[in-house]
Nanobody, 122 residues
């Protein structure tokens, strides 16, 4: 059974930083593509960043240069370092495993965490 548990969310002022972590059990980090998604109430969940088995990472334009996705193989965790946060980054953030590209702007995953809230105030 695959379980993903996020932590590290919270409230921060614009320009601040947060580090999200995802503790993974039931699969080995690095053997599947993994990613971080976010969702604002009333909107569809969107991919923020994904990291593939090759180690290559991809980001949406809105977070390029500010967010960094990484895997911690020793701890079997997935991380998302977020810097220079903006109010528009406010959302529920989800860790996901077995991430797949569906079509332009659309991604999906087989496994999801419960989410952690990130709130950025101006």
């Amino acid at each position: 059974q695959v379980t993903l548990v996020e932590s590290g969310g919270g409230s921060v002022q614009a320009g601040g930083s947060l580090r999200l972590s995802c503790s993974v059990s039931g699969l080995t980090v690095g053997t599947l593509s993994m990613g971080w998604f976010r969702q604002i109430p009333g909107k569809e969940r969107e991919v923020v960043a994904a990291i593939f088995q090759s180690g290559t990472a991809t980001y949406i334009d809105d977070v390029k240069g500010r967010f960094t996705i990484s895997e911690d193989n020793a701890q079997n965790m997935l991380n998302l370092q977020m810097r220079n946060l903006k109010p528009e980054d406010t959302a529920m953030y989800y860790c996901a495993a077995d991430v797949k590209f569906i079509s332009r702007g659309r991604w999906d995953a087989a496994y999801w965490g419960q989410g952690t809230q990130v709130t950025v105030s101006s």
